[in-house]
């Protein structure tokens, strides 16, 4: 008998592929004209200007530009250049695959990219998203095995463009910006001081460090604080950056999913993973930190979350960026974690943080491509560039319209003698 879980997952993909072969068919009946007046409209709408660039046929360029839009009244808050006729339809079929796909192959450009994916977020949801939405969250995707794919997809990548993107620090996730905070080195300590302060952590304490990106936070923890870490990463480059990074310290670094954990701690945290691992696994992350956390402990998550009744699956970003992501509700951090025994300590949400941090990591990006092209420039079939730039802009939009908020969440356990008190 079929598991439950695979039915679903094929009930979704068949209606979500059906109603997709409909839109598809019924678009490729409009004339380019009609499709081209349907996605005209819609941007004139958002008060997005457009303006094309192509031949009759729609795929060479002539130095012309035609403006689409001539009511002057409207308040145009960017300007979208199409280079190809066809690109209305691809929206139609595909939505934000189609969206970000067709930038990275050079079919339409923007003078304020930030601002037109901002406006899009602004959109209501398409069928098309929401049933790609059901069917990208009808199945585990994050296996043991499937696990490794966001691995050689994303954090394989060579150091060479996180130490250009991410800074000093190699702090791939939300810096913590307060006022007096000026540069992205500031906000990243400030984070790591944050989440050691909510661990109380003490000298000669054990920390378990779940997920553990390119070291940063266990090298601080053992360096600032004189404890003892262990961390679980299955991406081995990260594992062997991480290896030399915290040469001499009383860290250790397993090459292994974060679910094989073992030993007693008296902190555990993670900072990014809970993203990566879906819904369908929420109580097993929380049946980890049970099994590792002492009586007395202190358990920290820092993730995104989604806005309640938001999509929060994308089809370009499982395809190109994260396979298998999913930001999760905020509500599913209590409902995950209320089988073991764990108070809800407290909960620090500071979105607008990923929004200065994004805007750095762009910026540094950009300031050092020249240096990264040699190496970069022929990933994704010689779309890495374009590709990059959306995925870094897509998400600070999404921080920036609060459909995605940075959360931190600490746990103790029932029965913890000493009473937790939090900090900022």
Known sequence: MMPLDF??????????RGYQMAVAFVTWLLPTSC???????????????????????????????????????KLIKCEVVVHNAKLFQRFQVDDILGVGESYMEGWWDSDDLLEVIRI?????????????????????????LQSLAVARVH???????????LGPTMNYTCGYWKKDTHTLEEAQINKMDLVAKKLKLKPGMKVLDLGCGWGSAAHYMATHHNVSVVAYNNCPEQVGYCRRKC?????????????????????????????????TNGKGYFQVVHRCLTQEGVALVQTTVSADNEIR??????????????FPYSHEMLSASKDFGFVLEDVHSFGRSYVKTLAEWHRNFNAHWDELEPKFASLVEGKFY????????????????RLAQLVQFTYTRLGR????????
């Open 35 to 73: 499709a081209k007046r349907i996605g005209r409209s819609e941007f004139a709408k958002y008060k997005i200007k457009i303006t094309t660039d192509y031949d009759g046929d729609g795929t060479s360029l002539n130095n012309k530009t035609t403006s689409l839009i001539r009511d002057e009244e």
């Open 313 to 326: 699956t994308c089809r370009w970003s499982d395809k190109y960026i994260f396979p298998g992501g999913e």
């Open 417 to 424: 003698k000493e009473e937790y008190v939090s900090v900022r």
């Open 386 to 401: 374009r590709m990059w730039n959306f995925y870094l802009l897509a998400g600070l939009a999404h921080y920036d319209t």
């Open 247 to 279: 040469k001499g310290l009383d860290v250790t670094i397993h090459c292994d999913d974060y679910r094989n954990a073992t030993g007693t701690f008296d902190a555990v945290y993670s900072i990014g993973l809970f993203e990566h691992i879906g819904h």
């Open 120 to 144: 899009g977020l602004s959109m209501p949801a398409s069928l098309t998203e929401v049933l790609g939405d059901r069917y990208l969250n009808a199945v585990n995707k994050q296996t043991t």
């Open 155 to 165: 954090y394989c990548l060579s150091p060479e463009l996180w130490e250009a993107m």
């Open 7 to 16: 039915l679903e997952c094929m009930f979704w993909y068949v209606v979500f």
